[in-house]
């Protein structure tokens, strides 16, 4: 079974209760449960962590080589700042797919830039916590596992 990295950074642990009408109603654990309920039906197994600190995350990416196939990150507003994370992703040379919730795109200037868009396989942002299982989808077909493969 193909093993995926669900990896979440600062004030994700919040989603249900912070900015709800951004980022929706649906709790970190609820994300974390869809995610690994649709990578079983993918023939992915899931494992999420979520941290508050940036080195937390940099470490996470260097242990996923060689335990994990991909990494879906939302990095939340490391996203816009951290070059470190960039680093660490490029350095693993695994498949990365960022997700927003929101658009960032759509929303104050400074959320539009992304360091990790430049070292990902792609972007996934404003569908909610569908844009997790779309990361997943995305994943599976780039390593042959499944739709559009």
């Known amino acids: 079974m193909t093993s995926i ?27 974390e449960e869809m995610c690994e309920t649709h990578g079983k039906s993918l023939g992915m197994k899931i494992s999420c ?17 060689g335990s994990h196939a991909g990494i879906v990150l939302n990095a939340g507003a490391f996203t816009h700042t951290s ?27 400074f959320r539009h830039k992304s360091f990790i868009a430049p070292v990902a ?10 844009g997790y299982l779309l990361a997943l989808d995305a994943l599976s077909a780039h390593l042959g596992r499944g739709r559009g493969a």
Not at 5 to 31: A, M
Request: glycine residues 8%; negative net charge.
């Open 83 to 109: 070059v470190a994370l960039m680093d660490a992703i490029a350095s693993v040379e695994l498949p990365v797919v960022e997700v927003h919730l929101s658009n960032i795109h759509a929303r104050e200037a």
């Open 5 to 31: 990295l669900v990896l979440n950074g600062p004030n994700l642990n919040l989603l249900g209760t912070r900015q709800p009408d951004v980022y929706g109603s649906v709790t970190l654990p609820d994300v």
């Open 49 to 65: 962590l979520q941290s508050n600190h940036e080195g937390v995350l940099i470490d996470a990416i260097h242990a996923a080589k």
């Open 121 to 130: 396989l792609g972007q996934i942002a404003g569908f909610g916590a569908t």
